[in-house]
Each structure stands twice: as C-alpha cells, then as structure tokens.
C-alpha cells in the first residue's frame, strides 16, 4: 500500500468507525454479536462464551499504526541488515549448539534441513527472546473489526484463535503475541497453530513458548508439509542478459519452468555448486543500494514464502540460514 494511502487511511479509521473497543469491550457491537453467531455454528463453540470472551478485547491504536509500517516495505538493502547480521549469526550458531541433539531428530523426522529451522526462529523472534507483547485477544479483534482492508483475513483467524484456545484449554486473556497475532517462538497465526503445530515432547499439549521439542518440529513440519526437499536449491544469485528473461520475472515467485530454459532465456547463474538442468526455477529482482539484485529461485524458496509471502522475508532467511551453516561448521571443524 503506498504510504499516504496508508497514511489517509489511519487518518479517517477513528471517524469512520469510531473509538469503540478502546475503553469498551468488543461484545456490544452488532457485527460483532454477528460474527459471534457464526463462529458458534461454524466450530461448534458456545455463542455465549465467544461473547464473553469478545467483551474482553480492546482496540489498541498502537496495532494499527504498526500494521501501516511493515519492515516489508522497506527496500532489500534495508531490510537485509535487520536481519542478516553477526548478532543473528551467532545468535543461530549458540542456538544450533543448544539443541543440537533435538535438531537432530526434528531433521530425521521431517526432512527439513537444521539451518532453515533455526533461521527462522531467528528472523521471527531472535531464538525466542521477542515472541510479542501484546494480547493476540486485542490484536485479532482490532484487525478483525477496525482495520477494513484485510478485515476478512483476520476475522478468519479470530475464529481459528477463539476454536483454539477452547481446543488446548489454553486462556485466552493471557496469550501474548505480535501485533498481527502470531504466537510463540516461530510466530504461528492461530489458523497454522492449528494446522501444523505438533506435540513432539508428548506431553498431550503443543506449546510454542515453554517446549523447545514442540516448537523445532512445529517449524520443521510447517516447511515439510509444504513441501520442504532437503538438500535441496534454495536460492542462487544471477544476472540477466538480452530480454528474453523479462517475462520469466513477470511471472511470479512460484518455480514454473526449468532452470535450462532460464538459462536459455537470458538468465545466467553465479554460484559455484551444479545444479541440475531440470530443477523448476524462476526469477525474482530485488532492490539493491546501487543496483538491483537477480536471484533464481527455487521450490525450497517458494516453501519458505508460504511461511511470509513476502520475498525479502524468505532471502532474508535463506541468508541467514546459509551464514548460520558456514559459522558453525567453521566453529565444529576448529574445536
């Protein structure tokens, strides 16, 4: 969204939809009462509860104005730093060696390559020491009834939240998350708790804050479920030549034709590891200080993006993930 768009748009939000939740609870509103109702018939909860519960949400400004100024939004060589740094390095590295052994049998059994795991947990919440301090209860009501453009989307997962808490016995008061709603160490939304969260620990409860076996292999089966290839390509720098290759990049993210007809279009990688012919690629351009950056991609990439849809979320990770691997077998090959 361009920012004075976004910037107009906060502007008449309290006008147009009024203070209501911010000293208030979110149950006297009619939509509300409404959507209520539905979630009650839809997940077989009781109405009365989710009305209760409701009553409990505040509106937090705060969460709208942090919705309008996403680090996604920043140019590559900007976002790059936040993320991409020694302190995530060796913050991955000293996390890879904690848990190594766990790591170890979450990659056995889900087939999900350890630095990726691990990356991911870095860029979402430094290994686990930024999970988010707002109530995910405040955060999915706010989004869900006061911020229209992605209302439905967060409406969805004010219900998943609402039929998960009741599912784990969890209270949903307490939960504390991001600003969009995503919990725990590895940042779920409540519709991916739901979906791919697992109790590795079998303990009977998947707890994404206390228990290192269930995060680890909640993040790993996420990427495996999507369709994670260990060993595989991620991402590999190129250039372009001609204009053959322009099409390519209209096409979007999603591997759709092999990297020998990139190849042939115009599209010349620069890394140092053969990869086959036939592996589906495409091309993504990302917005360099000076220049802009080529890179193909290739399905480990585009697994990745279903975590964060956004590109630079995803060669965040990738590069991450990468130096992270370097570092440590650098530091186990000297000891």
Known sequence: MPRIIAILLFAILPATLGHAGVERGYAHREEVRLFAQ????????????IVRILGEA????????????PAESKP????RPIFVNPARIDGGVAYWKNHARLLDQVRERFGVDIPYIVAIIGVETRYGQHT???????A???LAFDYPPRAPFFRQE????????HEEDIDPLSVKGSYAGAMGHGQFMPSSYRRYAVDFDGD???????????????VANYLHRHGWQAGGPVAVRARVQGEGWRPVLEAGMKPHLPLAELTRLGVITEGDDPIPGKELASLIRL???????YWVVFNNFHVITRYNRSPLYAMAVHQLAEAIREAYEEESYSE
């Open 158 to 165: 004010l219900g998943e939240f609402l039929t998960l808490v």
């Open 76 to 79: 590559w060589h900007e976002y």
């Open 38 to 49: 539905a979630v009650a018939r839809e997940k077989a909860l009781p109405e009365d509860w």
């Open 132 to 138: 988010g301090r707002y109530r995910v209860l405040d």
């Open 140 to 142: 999915l009501a706010t």
């Open 58 to 69: 505040r509106r937090r400004d705060s969460i709208l104005k942090a919705m309008m100024r």
């Open 287 to 293: 917005q360099g200080e000076k220049a802009p950056e």
């Open 204 to 218: 009977g409860v998947r707890n994404l804050w206390d228990s290192d076996p269930d995060i680890l292999a909640s």
